[in-house]
């Protein structure tokens, strides 16, 4: 049986996805979207020969459509989950989950009501290749327990509408998400320190770079360091130090050249192109677990829990101080 999807929200990633979902995933189609620029994307839908909804409401309750993804603006989406759940269909949520903790809070509960997962969050970075290698290379423990990180995340530059807690909020939000994932463990607090020496390139409304000191139960201490205007490509950097060994990403590449005496290789450009792969693989193996009715991707509590984390990292860079993590207890659907 082929996956009818409806789509909310179709902007740039939305249109991504629906490429995707159309072109590469198996299992799965794209029945019809609904977005509040009407005109605009109903000229969208007639071009791809599917439905244009009157309302996201409406899409959720059709009959046609089997699960939502929502890829509409951050504000949006506790809403239309909310909706879908009470629908009891499964829904593919871009992340974040919701705008603070209490919606996340409240998704989760909606969903234990419905006793089975249904939701999952675009946390597409476990579906990379070197994360999972990572993970897999952790768990057998050749190198002895896990001591530390240092990570990075680097993007080339960022525009003008981007200010000082979106550095925590849209960007490390995905280090937070795939490294308690990585280490299957839970964070204890957060730190939030803005150096003073900050770069030429940005501007009064942005402190960059940043760290964030996020610490685990088991005693993990990460360092990661957030630098959206760094010049010179789109760089993520997971280093974990072992009693016995370092283990870490590399950038993706095929080729380097060698001249003038130097080595090069290339360095990705950006996001898209350096976790193309990585949202393939999380497509179709959403599809998969939908089909199969067992979702093992990031969940409602992945997303409550990204809530939590970014809110005490705000808060820590307002305060100036560490801020302790407290987490509701675990419902067992998750
Ligand atoms: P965008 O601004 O290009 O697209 C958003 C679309 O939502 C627009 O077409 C807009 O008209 C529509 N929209 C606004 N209000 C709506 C409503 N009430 N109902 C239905 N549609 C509505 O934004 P973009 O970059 O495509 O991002 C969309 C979402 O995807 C965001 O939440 C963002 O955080 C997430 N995202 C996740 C990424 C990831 O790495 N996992 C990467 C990029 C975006």
Redesign the pocket.
């Known amino acids: 049986k082929e996956l009818r999807i409806g789509v909310?929200?179709?902007?740039?990633?939305?249109t991504e996805h629906i490429k995707r979902i159309n072109h590469k995933i198996k299992g799965a189609r794209v029945v019809g979207i609904?977005?509040?620029?009407e005109e605009e994307k109903k000229q969208l839908a007639d071009e791809m020969g599917i439905m244009f909804y009157g309302s996201?409401e409406d899409l959720i309750s059709s009959d046609d459509v089997d699960a939502i993804l929502i890829?509409?603006?951050?504000e949006?989406?506790a809403d239309y989950v909310l909706k879908a759940l009470a629908q009891e269909k499964y829904v593919f949520c871009?992340?974040?989950l919701a705008i603070d903790s209490q919606s996340c809070a409240k998704i989760v509960e909606a969903e234990v009501k419905c006793g089975r997962r249904l939701v999952q969050v675009?946390f597409?970075r476990r579906y990379d290749k070197g994360y999972m290698e990572l993970k897999k290379l952790i768990e057998s423990k050749s190198y002895g327990e896990v001591l530390m990180l240092h990570c990075a995340h680097r993007n080339p530059e960022s525009g003008l509408h981007y200010t000082t807690p979106m550095s925590i909020i849209q960007t490390a939000v995905h280090e937070i998400d795939v490294l308690h994932w990585l280490l299957q463990d839970d964070y204890v607090s957060v730190e939030s320190i803005l150096p003073k020496k900050q770069t030429k390139m940005t501007h009064t409304n942005l402190h960059d770079p940043q760290i964030l000191v996020l610490e685990t139960k088991n005693g993990v201490v990460i360092q990661l360091e957030i630098f959206v205007n760094c010049q010179f490509g789109y760089d993520i950097k997971c280093e974990v130090v072992c009693e016995n060994g370092e283990l870490g990403l590399v950038d993706p590449h095929y080729t380097y050249v060698k001249h003038n005496f130097s080595n090069q290789t290339p360095i990705s450009p950006d996001?898209q192109t350096r976790f193309k792969e990585a949202y393939d693989t999380e497509f179709q193996l959403w599809v998969n677990g939908v089909l199969n009715h067992k979702l093992e991707g990031p969940s409602s509590w992945d997303g409550y829990v990204a809530s939590v984390i970014t809110t005490a990292g705000t808060e820590s860079t307002n305060k100036g101080e560490k801020i302790k993590v407290m987490l509701q207890e675990k419902p067992s659907i998750y």
């Open positions: 909310i929200g179709v902007g740039a990633i939305g609904y977005d509040v620029l996201g890829t509409s603006i951050d949006t989406h871009e992340k974040p675009g597409m996001w």
